[in-house]
């Protein structure tokens, strides 16, 4: 992890070489261990907020806030089983590729969303897909 610590990936290099998968694979299990102390703390605090409001305005407040947390919580739920199924495939050696055309996923995107499974390009494309469809 120390020789990770003022590495940065460039273009200049191999793409997915040993060192970026281990950069990759250090970034990833780093954020999931983050939402996995948030996710702890939240737990802990709302096993340890009273509940008993004798106002309902109070009460329908706390009700709200708890709401919104669960919702908040279980985006990160998801977002794990996303960065799993990332490491899992830094270990498949298929990290890094864009699961529709098999080009490589560019350094600067994998930075910015460590879960990308799409080049920008394919992701557009997706999306504009997606428009198509709601539109109709």
């Not at 694979?25 to 948030?38: C, H, S």
């Not at 830094?90 to 930075?111: A, F, H, M, Q, V």
């Amino acid at each position: 992890m120390e020789k990770l610590k003022n590495y940065r990936p460039t273009e200049k290099e191999p793409f997915m070489n040993e060192r970026q998968r281990d950069y990759f694979r250090a970034k990833l299990l780093a954020w999931k261990d983050e939402i996995l102390r948030e996710s702890k703390v939240t737990l802990q605090t709302l096993q340890e907020e009273n509940v008993n409001h004798p106002d309902l305005a109070d009460r329908a407040s706390s009700e709200t806030d708890r709401a919104i947390e669960l919702r908040a919580r279980d985006r990160q739920r998801k977002l794990i089983s996303k960065i799993d199924a990332a490491l899992q495939r830094i270990e498949d050696n298929t990290y890094g590729y864009c699961e529709e055309t098999g080009e490589p996923i560019s350094l600067k995107r994998l930075e910015a969303r460590p879960i990308a499974t799409l080049s920008v390009e394919a992701q557009e494309r997706h999306e504009k897909r997606e428009k198509v469809y709601r539109d109709e």
